[in-house]
């Protein structure tokens, strides 16, 4: 008797989200299989599920990180330094202290990246702005629509001042609907808590455990 394979299953996305400080949620989501959310990943859920759901209605933390370059100026990138050395990152700001860079964290973080300035961006004009295609790639016109659709017309990047030292924090990727904005918020020093969110992709859902909320998204 022949054998029947299966070539395709579900792909539903669950969603999780943690309150704890930095390195301890990163830990929580990753051992259930969950991977930080991404400004990309984030900004689709929102559109998918409007700006009444949870997902809109709160800012949280992404896998992007922000470098701050002294000579060169601050940075996005896909490939944060903090994401690899977060128990490091989160001592840093427990501590009140900066989470300063080697060279060579530098060198790989700014391999992929682009520059940013501290500056308000019309939602009418996303696909415009590389900051914008970089974060949001494809979905950068799809979501300034979504926000426009929303009543906001602009998003804002808030950003730290240079030191003379390297220098890296995460992205927060704002809640909607402050005062008519949405923001992209890099300068804030405060690994020690906050709402981390993780995606997981598959036809099975994650298993609970204590302190994580998951959704079916």
Not at 120 to 144: H, K, M
Request: aromatic share 10%.
């Amino acid at each position: 008797m022949a054998n029947l394979t299966v070539d395709i299953k579900p792909n539903v996305t669950y969603s999780a989200y943690i309150h704890a400080h930095f390195d301890q949620g990163k830990k929580a989501l990753e051992q259930e299989n969950y991977k930080i959310i991404s400004l990309k990943q984030n900004a689709r859920l929102r559109i998918q599920y409007g700006q009444a759901h949870d997902i809109s209605r709160n800012g949280n933390w992404t896998r992007e990180g922000v470098l701050y370059v002294p000579n060169k100026g601050r940075f996005l990138t896909k490939n944060s330094p903090i994401m690899a050395n977060a128990q490091e990152a989160t001592n840093c700001h427990r501590n009140g202290a900066e989470f300063y860079l080697t060279d060579v964290q530098v060198q790989e973080s700014l391999a992929d990246s682009v520059e940013l300035s501290e500056k308000s961006i019309p939602t009418n004009r996303f696909a415009e702005y590389p900051i914008i295609v970089y974060a949001f790639e494809d979905i950068a016109e799809q979501y300034g629509q979504f926000l426009r659709n929303a009543g906001i017309k602009e998003m804002l990047i808030w950003l730290a001042n240079l030191k003379d030292k390297s220098f890296a924090r995460q992205m927060w990727f704002h809640r909607l609907g402050v005062n008519n904005r949405s923001s992209l918020i890099g300068y804030d020093r405060n690994l020690r808590y906050g709402r981390l969110c993780g995606v997981y992709q598959g036809g099975e859902p994650p298993r609970k455990i204590s302190g994580l909320v998951t959704k079916l998204s």
